[in-house]
């Protein structure tokens, strides 16, 4: 029965795909004869491709829960002995299934945002469904054409082959749709972009559509970002959290000219400034999604596992790609004029000057990570040599910016706009400078050397001292106005300033994270040695007693367990289990180290080869503060959803721009 | 388009940057459309160049142990697969052909080797697929496959007749890949 099933999720692709072009025709068939309604039933089209494709995404996971191998893709990623819960994340185990994840967040962005726009902008409606249905057809003729995940096989075979056991993982479960929804997300700014250029304006109303857009699938990057990094950091076994990888890198890629879109934005909201440049961020930032999704699926990057790729998805995805591209800078390119306005720089020492260097910053990076992660990439292609450009380019060339930015962070929130001067600027750094001054100074005491270093102990206290200043002369003036106490004050003004206080705090978290990644790459203790029973040795001021051996067996994998008493001083701890994990059915071994995580920092302990005789070598790793990195991206998520949360934007459109969005086009 | 605030200024000057803005992504394609093209599956390999190395090892399914010298005489094709290898069913059809034409000229020989699987897994598969009509080798702890540098399979290694290793391939082989290796080995494809 249930092979019917699987038809219909097939049928469901297809009458997608059918509706897809029924919206982009309707759409602009609508705006030019002037036809409300047709544009009317595209906007309904592209809600009922949210439906359908819901129901594709449910047959393929169905699949999955009843083991049903008649599947191609079930036998492929699951067996009976895999856990429910694997089986239901199976979907985006590999290829057909993530690009049909993929599929479903791009019809709910899609669904969202003509329904949520159709009153507010009216009149980019059109262009927008048109973008939207043309990006849901590209994908959807991949998914139906040269990648279904529909596929059956007769007769079904009795049992099915494995999931990835990577992917067997709590973090990893996460990490890939957070990742997708980072992605995908950043299409609804891109579908405005069009529509601006097409209309030839971008106007306060255009601001208010992009910013929350770009703000929530900057939110998802970051945080798919961080779960893949933390995955790493206790899976993978080296206690590394990032290897600037060609598939890490495509993922920072759109992560580092969002983060730019998300900034510029800000000064088109208030001084009408950027306009052309931040609809070339916004098409740039899909684009760069876009090549991430290519880079990982196309097998261009060699990968270990990437044999049996179809060179014609890889052709298919690039055309794709191209299209989307070409395209976009194209029209960009063409219209961008219309865009231009009076508006200008006031001064070198403003907001906007700040916000401009931010930008100059993050595209920076952006190129260097591109040039380093394409470089091997063409040498490859026209010299046939093979190399990998590794960590020390990027950690040499990069760091000292995100230095930069971190400094710029400490000036950009409260530089005031249009100009500011020299005594000003003096007035607010003041404080936060002498204290700055001071910690950098005990810093080097405690043994920080290095200019990146320091500059970078510099850039994050001047970051929290100048948020404090700044906020803390707020509440006084705010207390003294209203008479109330300093605590009710500062909710006050954060309640009615949601996106400033909400960016503030994002700011705070990212300092935080890169106090984590800071101290825990300068202090970082290590030690490898070879154990028998009652064995002891010492690391981070644990003291570690080796037990010994053990097999364990889980349900479709064996490990080697080794049992580890943690002593602090003459205190017990209990003990730590490390563990190397095989999967027979896929012959693959994991690693599962053993972590005892406090704020103070990280115990983690990895098991090597067994010496024989009960004995084996010990890995153990002390990361001083590293699990701030990851307590920091939580403060950023607080401070990205109480920015989100502001709704008073609407009330604003709802006059000026919306009026402007009606008479203009 | 008429608006006050939004006059459009002159772009005279200006028009580098478009071309770059197109350039560029431009490129980017077309370095894509060629690494499309490139061959992913030849891969460096300190063996090649290199003689044989020697391997003795328990033949699977029992019988003489299957051996490999640089003084074997034969140009030899090593093939590692193992039951749990989803590729290896691509290429099976190919290299049954290849080991069937070995026995009916005897200008070549072929060599399988069993990579980190179990014999039971192995047999199956074999039952499976069809067997090789050829011997294979139980590699059980991959201790062969490391001194090849074998790192994902199916790999291929195509040894001419003076012991020499003159390719590696990797990933499934077609028929068109083989006949180009078999060339190198001086043996008509």
Redesign the interface.
């Known amino acids: 029965m249930s092979g019917s099933l699987i038809e219909l999720g097939m049928v469901a692709s297809v009458l997608a795909l059918i509706l897809t072009v029924v919206a982009a025709v309707l759409a602009l068939a609508g705006e030019r004869l002037a036809r409300p309604a047709y544009v009317h039933v595209a906007r309904q089209a592209l809600i009922a491709n949210f439906a359908l494709i819901t129901l594709a995404c449910f047959t393929v996971v169905w699949s999955f829960v009843q083991n049903d191998f008649s599947v191609a893709y079930v036998t492929?990623n699951s067996n009976t002995r895999l856990p429910l819960i694997f089986r239901l994340t199976a979907l985006w185990g590999a290829h057909e299934g993530s690009l049909l994840l993929w599929m479903w967040f791009l019809t709910i962005y899609s669904a969202l945002a003509v329904i949520w726009h159709w009153e507010t902008h009216p009149r980019s409606m059109p262009y927008v469904i048109a973008t939207l249905a043309a990006v849901q057809f590209g994908f959807l003729s991949l998914i139906v054409f040269l990648s279904s995940p529909f596929t059956e096989l007769i007769p079904p075979p009795p049992e099915g082959?494995e999931l990835n056991p990577l992917l067997q993982d709590p973090g990893l479960i996460i990490h890939p749709p957070l990742l997708y929804l980072g992605y995908v997300g950043f299409v609804v700014p891109f579908a405005f972009a069009i529509a601006a250029l097409v209309r030839?304006?971008a106007g306060a109303e255009w601001v208010v559509a992009v910013r929350r857009w770009t703000l929530f699938a900057w939110l998802s990057l970051t945080s798919g970002i961080m779960v893949g990094g933390y995955w790493a950091y206790y899976e993978l076994g080296w206690g590394g959290y990032w290897a600037w990888d060609p598939v890490e890198n495509a993922s920072l890629l759109p992560w580092l000219t969002g983060t730019a879109l998300l900034h510029s934005v800000m000064a088109q909201e208030k001084r009408?400034l950027f306009r052309g440049w931040n609809t070339?961020l916004a098409i740039s930032t899909f684009?760069l999604s876009l090549l991430g999704t290519?880079l990982v699926r196309?097998?261009?990057l060699?990968s270990?596992?990437s044999?049996?790729v179809d060179?014609w998805r890889?052709?298919y995805l690039?055309v794709f790609?191209?299209v989307v591209?070409?395209g976009g800078?194209?029209l960009?390119?063409a219209r961008v004029?219309?865009?231009?306005?009076?508006a200008k720089l006031d001064g070198t020492l403003s907001r906007e000057a700040a916000l401009l260097f931010n930008n100059v910053f993050f595209i920076v990076t952006a190129a260097t990570v591109l040039v380093g992660t394409?470089y091997p990439?063409?040498v490859?292609?026209f010299t046939g040599v093979?190399l990998t450009i590794a960590a020390p380019y990027f950690n040499t060339v990069v760091l000292p910016i995100f230095v930069a930015i971190v400094i710029l962070m400490s000036l950009g929130p409260v530089i005031p706009w249009r100009k500011a001067n020299g005594k000003q600027i003096i007035g607010f750094l003041k404080v936060p400078a002498a204290i700055t001054a001071g910690l950098v100074v005990l810093a080097g005491i405690f043994g920080v050397r290095g200019v990146v270093p320091l500059a970078a102990v510099a850039g994050m206290v001047l970051v929290i001292s100048s948020i404090g200043a700044d906020v803390g002369r707020a509440v006084v003036n705010r207390s003294a106005v209203s008479g109330k106490s300093y605590l009710s004050s500062l909710l006050w003004l954060a309640l009615w300033n949601r996106r400033r206080y909400g960016g503030l705090v994002v700011h705070i978290g990212v300092v935080i994270v890169a106090f984590g990644i800071l101290a825990s790459g300068l202090f970082v203790e290590t030690k490898t040695v070879a154990l028998g029973p009652n064995d002891r040795f010492e690391v981070g001021g644990y003291t570690l007693t080796f037990k010994g051996l053990q097999t364990v067996d889980g349900p479709n994998w064996v490990a080697r367990q080794a049992d580890i008493e943690v002593h602090d001083g003459d205190k017990s701890l209990g003990l730590i289990h490390p563990q190397r994990r095989n999967y027979?059915?896929?012959?693959m071994v994991t690693t599962e180290s053993a972590i005892r995580t406090t704020f103070a920092g990280d115990l983690y302990v990895v098991i090597g080869d067994e010496l024989g005789e009960g004995r084996a070598s010990i890995r153990g790793y002390y990361f001083p503060l590293i699990i701030w990195i990851w307590v920091g991206w939580l403060v950023i998520i607080a401070g990205s959803l109480f920015s989100m949360s502001q709704r008073r934007e609407k009330a604003r459109i709802a006059s000026p721009a919306a009026r402007e969005e009606a008479v203009?086009? | 388009?008429s608006?006050v605030?939004?006059?459009?200024?002159p772009?005279a000057g200006r028009r580098w940057w478009?071309s770059a803005?197109?350039a560029l992504?431009?490129a980017?394609?077309i370095?894509?459309?060629?690494?499309?093209g490139?061959d992913?599956?030849v891969?460096?390999s300190a063996l090649v160049g290199k003689p044989v190395p020697a391997v003795e090892l328990a033949r699977l399914g029992g019988g003489d142990p299957v051996r490999l010298s640089a003084d074997g005489g034969t140009p030899t094709i090593v093939n590692f697969w193992?039951s749990?290898c989803?590729?290896c069913r691509?290429e099976h059809g190919v290299l049954v052909e290849l080991g069937v034409r070995a026995g009916e000229t005897g200008g070549m020989r072929l060599v399988g080797i069993n990579h980190?699987?179990?014999e039971s897994n192995a047999n199956r598969f074999l039952a499976e697929q069809g067997a090789f009509p050829y011997p294979s080798a139980i590699d059980r702890d991959g201790r062969t496959g490391v001194e090849f540098g074998v790192?994902?399979l199916p790999e291929t290694f195509f040894i001419a007749a003076d012991g020499t290793v003159m390719a590696r391939h990797?990933?499934?082989l077609s028929r068109e890949q083989a006949g180009t290796y078999l060339q190198q080995l001086g043996v008509s494809p």
């Open positions: 492929q082959r030839g304006t009408n070339s684009a290519f196309s097998g261009v060699t270990v596992h044999f049996a060179p890889g052709m690039l790609l191209a591209t070409l800078f194209g960009l390119i004029d219309t865009l231009r306005t009076a394409l990439l063409a490859e292609v093979k027979p059915r896929s012959d203009r086009s | 388009m608006d605030s939004d006059t459009a200024r772009a478009r803005a197109l992504p431009a980017l394609m370095l894509f459309g060629f690494s499309l490139r992913s599956s891969l460096p193992a749990w989803g590729a691509t980190r699987d179990g790192y994902g990797v990933g499934p």
